[in-house]
């Protein structure tokens, strides 16, 4: 089955950390870009980072300078280290994972990709 896992998320205070973990199985992880998406309360679900297959990475502005993704292969997993924590960040977190996510840059949670995590919330109160 293919299946991406997410973990890591919960309730932090602004300016605190969190790292997300998603973890994949049934299917090639080593080709395939990552990514993270998420969707704030009333918001719309957007982009927030992306790790592709050949080590390139994008960043939203949101969150660059403060957010860092990074892949271990071998584990199949992809985390998103959030440093400097703002009330804006709180929202639901999706992982993705596709052979053509960056090139596609697809809708949240559209089932055109290889997979999706099923949502991790993080809240940051002030």
């Known amino acids: 089955e293919v299946q991406l896992v997410e973990s890591g998320g919960g309730s932090v205070q602004a300016g605190g950390s969190l790292r997300l973990s998603c973890t994949s199985s049934g299917f090639s992880f080593d080709d395939s870009d990552v990514g993270w998406y998420r969707q704030a309360p009333g918001n719309e679900c957007r982009l927030v980072s992306t790790?592709?297959?050949?080590?390139?990475?994008y960043y939203s502005d949101s969150v660059k300078g403060r957010f860092t993704i990074s892949r271990d292969n071998a584990k199949k997993t992809v985390y998103l280290q959030m440093n400097s924590l703002k009330p804006e960040d709180t929202a639901v977190y999706y992982c993705?994972?596709?052979?053509?996510?960056?090139?596609?840059?697809?809708?949240?949670?559209?089932?055109?990709?290889?997979?999706w995590g099923q949502g991790t919330q993080v809240t940051v109160s002030s």
């Open positions: 790790l592709a297959s050949d080590g390139s990475i």
């Open positions: 993705a994972a596709d052979p053509y996510l960056v090139l596609v840059a697809p809708p949240c949670r559209t089932p055109d990709i290889r997979a």
